[in-house]
């Protein structure tokens, strides 16, 4: 659909506006804000741990705060909701100093590309103890190695979830005048911001991506176009984000069967997204799903599960129970997003550092007051071309970028008219606030734009051409600052006995899950998936 930019950014004047003339500090005060941090474990030779996650650490399965991705030795991270990303980072920082002094000589790994990895069976999927839903979550994981191969599965990345409080929301639904259920119009406004963190989510790929290189074991002797950096490493003189280019996460499934999932409103994604998961697809028929006993997916569609589908950000509603994501959505609405476009930054211990939350709350709530109309064929494709551009060669500075069929711009004079008009949003933040201005924070970021050399991906590469070692090299040296950084000084005897209590706690829920079952796996399947 083509939309005038003027029309846009009108729009968003006149809803900053309204937002000045309120108390707009009151209703923003009530933003929430929390972290997912990926981190694979790597052995002192290297390679990825071949140790199972470790009981101290808690059961995967139930644990709040720490738990596993993919692999076993993908550990995860979660903040619970916090109201600042100073308090967020607090958090995070505790849980890496909580688990540092269970992993032995092991290291947690500072970049998104994964270490030194010697093929798909030197990757162990997780496990997560033998209830049923311990069972599906691991072939889940079963069905993804029989997709995808498990090497792309150990990327690792950042996650910023982001709400607003019910009284913005409210306010907000007034100034505009709508009369819909304040749960229907929550959750279209955050779709609102999704469609537009598509439109103009290059831009943190340009700021934040930090996995320019990568080793050569990754690629797992596939063929690229990337060139050599040395014997060992591949690299994008001018990629910002590989991880999030053809060479880390793609959805070519659902793109070659024609199910495209749609993002207009929360009915669509629903829908579209439903039919994805119940649409067989020949060739997960030919991997079969229960062969000799033994499951080698949860089903042949083309995804199992909605969490299958990848996406810069997702609209997520807490379950209850073991609700599917679709039903949870369809019920209460959308009560956050959840941004994954995020790279690790491995100059920063914790992956990420207050700078770029304080960024993040700023585009995101520009994503949200500009306008924002349906997505059409058309521009997701854009979008896809944008994306992949930014990724392989966003640091180059004759990069062009397309907003609208026939208008064509430059990265750099995009993101310009991009930080102009999020000043006024800096300013809306820093009203009777102490600490950190957020108008600094743009400043640093344009400083960035203005300088491609101040990025992450830049910066990284620099590292590696200044000492001359290669990506794997580097990012260990990384990896092991990291650790000494966590280990001195070491957590609280307050804190440490706080997460030991919540990894007890989570045995004891697991354990409890694993008794109260009383389906088969196969029963269990048939009624988890025959939810409506």
Not at 236 to 243: E, I, K, N, Q, V
Not at 481 to 503: C, D, K, M, N
Request: glycine share 6%.
């Amino acid at each position: 659909m083509i939309v005038e930019v003027r029309t846009l950014y009108r729009m968003l004047d006149q809803r900053l506006t309204r937002l000045f003339n309120t108390d707009a500090r009151a209703l923003l005060d009530g933003r929430l804000l929390g972290l997912e941090r990926e981190a694979l474990r790597v052995a002192p030779d290297g390679y990825i741990s071949q140790v199972p996650h470790p009981a101290p650490l808690g059961a995967a399965l139930t644990h709040p705060y720490i738990t596993t991705d993919y692999s076993e030795a993908l550990l995860e991270f979660i903040t619970p909701p916090l109201s600042d990303a100073g308090a967020a980072l607090r958090f995070l920082d505790d849980l890496h100093r909580f688990v540092y002094p269970f992993i032995g000589d092991e290291l947690l790994w500072a970049a998104s590309m994964p270490c030194i990895l010697a093929g798909e069976a030197s990757i162990p999927i997780a496990e997560y103890g033998a209830s049923n839903l311990g069972r599906m979550k691991h072939v889940y994981r079963r069905g993804l190695a029989w997709r995808y191969g498990r090497i792309m599965q150990v990327i690792a990345g950042i996650h910023f979830n982001f709400s607003l409080s019910d009284k913005f929301w409210a306010a907000f639904q007034d100034q505009e005048g709508d009369r819909r259920t304040l749960q229907d119009f929550r959750s279209e406004s955050y779709f609102g911001l999704i469609r537009n963190l598509q439109r103009f989510g290059w831009l943190i790929l340009y700021l934040f991506g930090a996995s320019p290189a990568v080793c050569k074991s990754f690629l797992d002797g596939k063929t690229t176009t990337l060139p050599e950096f040395d014997d060992h490493t591949c690299y994008g003189p001018y990629a910002t984000s590989l991880r999030m280019s053809n060479v880390g996460y793609t959805n070519r499934t659902e793109k070659k069967s024609g199910v495209n999932v749609c993002y207009n409103s929360l009915a669509e994604y629903i829908a579209s997204l439903t039919q994805a998961t119940i649409t067989p697809w020949p060739p997960y028929e030919q991997i079969g799903v229960k062969v000799d006993g033994e499951y080698r997916q949860l089903n042949a569609n083309i995804l199992q599960i909605e969490n299958e589908y990848y996406a810069s950000m997702r609209p997520k509603q807490p379950p209850q129970g073991n609700e599917k994501p679709t039903l949870t959505l369809k019920r209460r609405g959308v009560s956050y997003v959840e941004l994954r476009s995020v790279d690790i930054n491995p100059l920063e211990p914790l992956g990420v550092n207050v700078l770029q939350l304080q960024f993040l709350e700023i585009f995101l709530l520009f994503c949200l007051l500009t306008e924002s109309p349906p997505l059409d064929v058309g521009e997701c494709r854009l979008i896809d071309d944008n994306q992949m551009a930014v990724a392989l060669t966003g640091r180059d500075p004759g990069l062009i970028l397309h907003r609208r069929r026939g208008s064509s711009l430059s990265l750099r004079g995009w993101a310009k008219e991009i930080f102009a008009h999020m000043q006024p949003i800096g300013e809306l933040l820093d009203q009777g606030r102490e600490g950190r201005p957020y108008a600094t924070t743009l400043a640093e970021q344009q400083a960035a734009l203005a300088d491609p050399d101040r990025t992450p991906s830049a910066r990284m590469l620099a590292e590696m051409h200044a000492s001359g070692e290669n990506f794997f090299r580097c990012a260990r040296r990384f990896s092991e600052q990291h650790r000494r950084y966590f280990e001195s000084p070491p957590l609280t005897e307050e804190r440490v006995s706080f997460l030991a209590g919540i990894a007890e706690q989570s045995w004891r829920e697991q354990r409890v899950i694993e008794v109260a079952d009383a389906l088969s796996f196969d029963e269990f399947l048939d009624c988890y998936f025959a939810q409506k």
